[in-house]
């Protein structure tokens, strides 16, 4: 299911291209309704890009994709972001997991217009998707426990499939570094970075009260703050919490980053914040090691 790289970069969507790359004697029908960037290189190789109908996301899920599948030969279906799964299908799934964390937030659906509705829909989808699916992939054993334990998953068909990373931060070039530092107005490691996406569990409240205390104490001129992600709700009161302690222009709020971008700014910081309150596996942090960054 393609659909995933759908948003551009992100998370799920480096996720899904990684084992695609990894993965080079398998064959990919990528499934989207928008358009989508994958590499030549890998499109070439192993990928068939298919567009289907566009609909809602229940009748997409439901009766378009497993039209698709059949006409296929009913290959083998992956999920790689647990964003609901074809019930009426012949062919195996295989789902990916990487957390059920809004599960067990009270506020995680606040930003809903029915928040307890929101919350029913998201554990019914989860359920039904594991209860489908012939085999599930987690990002840690800590998310293993989670479904076994509070979803009553048959633990034998959970395997562990930890992330890993490929920066490649030799094969960032000088003008890249330059451009993209210079499209945010940041020097070479005189900034730190938060990035992992920005919602509630993210602590990010937190984190800004924490950087202006280091701009009690001398810093004011040496670091910025900055923080990656498509706001889900949390930057109006992020915006009001750096009005209140003095901080303009001092965190920088990027948005959706690229890959490339998010590779020069992992690279270049002087330091990498991750205050989160609660991860499937913290991907960020292994991206930060892989660079050097502290």
Not at 103 to 131: C, H, I, N, Q, T
Request: proline share 5%; charged share 25%; no cysteine.
């Amino acid at each position: 299911d393609g659909r995933v790289l759908e948003g551009g970069s992100g998370g799920m969507a480096t996720y899904a291209l990684n084992v695609i790359r990894r993965l080079p004697e398998v064959k990919f029908w990528v499934l989207h309704q928008k358009r989508i960037e994958i590499e030549k290189e890998i499109e070439r190789r192993n990928v068939v890009k298919i567009q289907v109908p566009g609909g809602g996301k229940w009748y997409t899920d439901q009766i378009i994709i497993p039209k698709v599948l059949e006409r296929l030969g009913n290959p083998v279906y992956w999920q790689p972001a647990n964003m609901g799964v074809p019930v009426f299908t012949k062919s195996k799934v295989l789902l990916t997991v990487h957390d059920v964390i809004p599960a067990f937030f009270d506020d995680y659906f606040s930003e809903s217009r029915f928040p307890l509705a929101a919350k029913l829909l998201y554990k019914a989808r989860v359920r039904l998707g594991m209860w489908k699916a012939e085999r599930i992939m987690v990002d840690s054993p800590m998310t293993r426990t989670d479904l076994v334990r509070r979803f009553w998953v048959d633990g034998s068909k959970v395997q562990v499939v930890p992330p890993g990373v490929s920066l490649q931060v030799s094969r960032i070039k000088k003008q890249e570094t330059i451009e993209v530092l210079r499209k945010y107005g940041l020097e070479q490691r005189k900034y730190m970075l938060n990035h992992g996406g920005m919602d509630r569990r993210k602590n990010l409240e937190r984190l800004v009260q924490a950087f202006a205390k280091t701009q009690e104490t001398g810093t004011k001129n040496r670091y910025k703050l900055v923080i990656t992600g498509e706001d889900t709700g949390v930057r109006k009161n992020l915006e009001l919490i750096i009005k209140n302690l003095q901080l303009p222009g001092r965190v920088i709020f990027t948005g959706r980053v690229t890959d490339e971008e998010m590779r020069v700014l992992v690279s270049n910081a002087r330091l990498f914040v991750y205050p989160t309150r609660a991860e499937g596996f913290g991907l960020p942090l292994l991206e930060a090691m892989a660079a050097g960054v502290p």
